[in-house]
Each structure stands twice: as structure tokens, then as C-alpha cells.
Nanobody
Framework: QVQLVESGGGLVQAGGSLRLSCAASGRISITKAMGWFRQAPGKEREFVTAISWSGGSTAYADSVKERFTISRDTAKKMVYLQMSSLKPEDTAVYYC????????????????????WGQGTQVTVSS
């Protein structure tokens, strides 16, 4: 069994920054990619950003480009999400996900590509 634990969420004013972390533990296979998704109240979960485990490929939703940055630490099996210039519309529960199949040279946007998910961490941006 694999566990993913997100941390770093909280309440922040618009224009502020937060850094989310996600740690993987358990029966971890060879990681190929990790991603961040979010779900706002009353909305479906959506893609935010992803990174290939090789580190050579990243992908971002248009709504977060130039504001969010994904990174990973292969030794610690962690992924990070640095969020800057936060807006009230960024308010959501943020989930990290890990993919163990396929190539480690691509960043994946589709939720169905991922094998395990964390429980999520709440990010609230006040106006």
C-alpha cells in the first residue's frame, strides 16, 4: 500500500504565497510522475500541475502558469508546489498524486493516469 500525505495548506490573503509538500511512503514502486490537482467547492477536481520524475518535463494549467511552480526531490520521494500571487479562485482542496506506470519522461494531466492519491490539504485565499 502507498500513502501520500500533503501538507502546507492554510489560510492566506490574496497576493500571498504558500508551499505545499507531498510525501510518499509505503510499498513505493519506481515513480514515473507526480502531479497536483485541486477541487473547489461545488466543482470537479481539476489538473493544476505535474512533473516527470526525470524532472525534464512539467505541465501547468493555464490558470496557474507564471504563479505556481512544481518541483520534486527524488531522494526523499517528495513533490512540492510553490504557489505565489494567490487569488481567491485558487481556494480549493489540493491533492497530490503519483504515477508508477509508463515513462518517467512525461508530465501527465489526466487524473486517470495516476495510481495513488493523497487525502488533500485545504488552501483558502481570502480577498
Amino acid at each position: 500500500q502507498v500513502q501520500l500525505v500533503e501538507s502546507g495548506g492554510g489560510l492566506v490573503q490574496a497576493g500571498g504565497s504558500l508551499r505545499l509538500s507531498c510525501a510518499a511512503s509505503g510499498r513505493i514502486s519506481i515513480t514515473k510522475a507526480m502531479g497536483w490537482f485541486r477541487q473547489a467547492p461545488g466543482k470537479e477536481r481539476e489538473f493544476v500541475t505535474a512533473i516527470s520524475w526525470s524532472g525534464g518535463s512539467t505541465a501547468y494549467a493555464d490558470s496557474v502558469k507564471e504563479r505556481f511552480t512544481i518541483s520534486r526531490d527524488t531522494a526523499k520521494k517528495m513533490v512540492y508546489l510553490q504557489m505565489s500571487s494567490l487569488k481567491p479562485e485558487d481556494t480549493a482542496v489540493y491533492y497530490c498524486a503519483v504515477k508508477y506506470s509508463g515513462t518517467l519522461y512525461a508530465a501527465f494531466r489526466e487524473q486517470l493516469e495516476y495510481d495513488y492519491w493523497g487525502q488533500g490539504t485545504q488552501v483558502t485565499v481570502s480577498s
